[in-house]
């Protein structure tokens, strides 16, 4: 049985940083991309960031580009999303995703979604 499990999330202040993680169980992350994807309450879910099989492509939507970092690390059973210089827009509950194949993209499609980890952001 597959399990994507996310932790790290948590409340902290404009400007500081959280790590997600996102460990695995059934499958192992090395030959697939992976995404993170966060869902604000009463908005549609949204990519955030990908990564390729091979770590050599990576994707950041515009609005967290330069703030945030996805990686997985050489276990390959882990994946993680460091979120640094958080605003007040990015509060949402962050999903991490594996997906069918090794890239990610148009006709690709996500295989497995964790259920979820919460980041707030306040002063």
């Known amino acids: 049985q597959v399990h994507l499990v996310e932790s790290g999330g948590g409340l902290v202040q404009p400007g500081g940083s959280l790590r997600l993680s996102c460990a695995a169980s059934?499958?192992?992350?090395?030959?697939?991309?992976i995404g993170w994807f966060r869902q604000a309450a009463g908005k549609e879910r949204e990519v955030v960031a990908c990564i390729s099989d091979s770590d050599e492509r990576t994707f950041y939507e515009d609005y967290v580009a330069g703030r945030f970092t996805i990686a997985r690390d050489s276990t390959t059973t882990t994946a993680y999303l460091q979120m640094n210089d958080l605003k007040f827009e990015d509060p949402a509950d962050y999903y991490c995703?594996?997906?069918?194949?090794?890239?990610?993209?148009?006709?690709?499609?996500?295989?497995?979604w964790g259920k979820g980890n919460l980041v707030a952001v306040s002063s």
């Open positions: 059934g499958v192992s992350l090395r030959d697939y991309a």
């Open positions: 995703a594996k997906y069918w194949y090794r890239d990610y993209g148009p006709g690709t499609g996500i295989q497995y």
